[in-house]
């Protein structure tokens, strides 16, 4: 027999010894809602031992489901874990644009370099769940995925409603927004 199975029943053993202890402490039966002396005068050793093997069948079952609901919860936890990390390293994933955007303008060297430095950077935020949303210029704007930070006219009729601008990128963690893209709408 495995070690986890001896220990669930273990455990399952002390819950129900812990329960027949509290049940002789107070003498009452929870199954019959009986003392325990006039449950015992009238009940056959059959019909205790069925009543004992349905209470540990369902203290069990109640331990299996708790085993069940915590694993559930701590893969619940391992996934949302890196979410108060991923939150505080956008805004250095934000730096790294920017400065790509200026070093467009001048040495090539040195930008390749903090392109790479930036693309690394990226591919591993990304295979620890980080997806960006892709968000356009010309998109209809959607409040579910996109926050409005201010609308100006638009330049044409075809741009009321839409996307005219993105001021900074949204992300995904998981399945999970964890930044919303600002953009600018057209009214």
Do not use: C, W
Request: net charge negative.
């Amino acid at each position: 027999m495995s070690k986890k199975k001896k220990d669930t029943q273990k455990e399952g053993a002390q819950a129900s010894d812990q329960v027949k202890q509290e049940d002789q402490a107070t003498g009452q039966n929870p199954a019959s809602g009986e003392t325990a002396v006039e449950d015992k005068a009238t009940q056959t050793p059959e019909e205790a031992l069925a009543q004992e093997k349905d209470r540990y069948l369902r203290l069990f079952a109640e331990f299996e489901n708790y085993k069940r609901r915590t694993s559930k919860e701590r893969i619940e936890l391992f996934k949302t874990a890196s979410h108060d990390v991923m939150v505080a390293l956008l805004p250095v994933l934000d730096d790294f644009d920017r400065a790509l955007k200026e070093m467009e303008k001048t040495d090539d060297a040195l930008f390749e370099g903090v392109a790479l430095i930036r693309n690394k950077f990226f591919e591993t935020l990304k295979q620890k769940g980080l997806a960006l949303i892709e968000t356009q210029v010309g998109e209809t704007f959607d409040a579910d995925q996109h926050e409005a930070i201010t609308q100006i006219p638009a330049p044409s009729d075809e741009m009321k409603g839409k996307i005219i601008d993105v001021i900074e990128k949204g992300y995904l963690l998981g399945e999970k927004i964890i930044r919303y893209p600002k953009v600018v709408i057209g009214q």
